[in-house]
């Protein structure tokens, strides 16, 4: 079935730590999104790809960096994790041409 | 001005009733509106979206746009406590832009 997943779910890490957190879709999708988002509050865009060796930085400026080597994969990665990074990270992807979001469980992280 | 508002609410509607949920956008250009519902602690999903040509009922959920006033809205009919999420209004500019969405318990 076609879907997106992220991995890991929640994560409870130090400061200081470098985390990955990853993102795939088996839809074909070009498009892929990062959102960040804290409990109640809105989403804010962080990061996009509109495909491979393509990405941009979103309207929330964010310490986290991406990558995007293969259509399916979109990792974000965090090299020094600080207490203001726990937050909700959504994953989403989308057709070209399309803004029909579709996204992932989320992955829940806490810095102490 | 926020590019997209929503009033944060939280709205309450008995069961059985409409429940109306509005979403104002400041870009004129704007093509297509997007609604999606975000039950607490999950991710959103899709409910509907509609194109600048026109409004769109599917089941329960209609969602219309004005464009002189430049506000989309969404109704839900015979709503059900099963309803009861935050509603976010997204629009479709230089990139999707999401509302703070409204949040909606509908009471037994």
């Known amino acids: 079935e076609a879907d997106i997943y992220q991995t890991p779910r929640y994560l409870v890490i130090g400061t200081g730590k470098k985390i990955t957190l990853e993102c795939s879709q088996t839809?074909?999708?070009?498009?892929m999104y990062w959102y960040q988002q804290d409990p109640g509050m809105e989403l804010h865009l962080i990061h996009y790809s509109y495909g491979v060796n393509s990405t941009e930085k979103g309207d929330l400026s964010s310490e986290s960096t991406v990558s995007r080597i293969r259509t399916e994969h979109f990792p974000l990665t965090l090299e020094s994790a600080r207490p203001s990074h726990t937050s909700q990270y959504l994953c989403?992807?989308?057709?070209?041409?399309?803004?029909?979001?579709?996204f992932g469980a989320g992955s829940r992280l806490t810095v102490l | 001005q926020k590019e997209v508002e929503q009033n944060s609410g939280p709205l309450s509607v008995p069961e059985g009733a409409i429940a109306s949920l509005n979403c104002t956008y400041s870009?004129?250009?704007?093509?297509?509106f997007f609604w999606y519902r975000q039950y607490s602690g999950k991710s959103p999903e899709l409910i509907m979206f509609i194109y600048s040509n026109g409004d769109k009922e599917d089941g329960r959920f209609t969602a219309q746009l004005n464009k002189a006033s430049q506000y989309v809205s969404l109704l839900i009919r015979d709503s059900q406590p099963s309803d009861s999420a935050t509603y976010l209004c997204?629009?479709?500019?230089?990139?999707?832009?999401f509302g703070s969405g409204t949040q909606l318990t509908v009471l037994p």
């Open positions: 839809m074909g999708h070009d498009k």
């Open positions: 870009d004129r250009g704007s093509q297509s």
């Open positions: 997204a629009v479709n500019g230089r990139q999707l832009t």
């Open positions: 989403a992807s989308s057709a070209s041409g399309a803004n029909v979001l579709t």
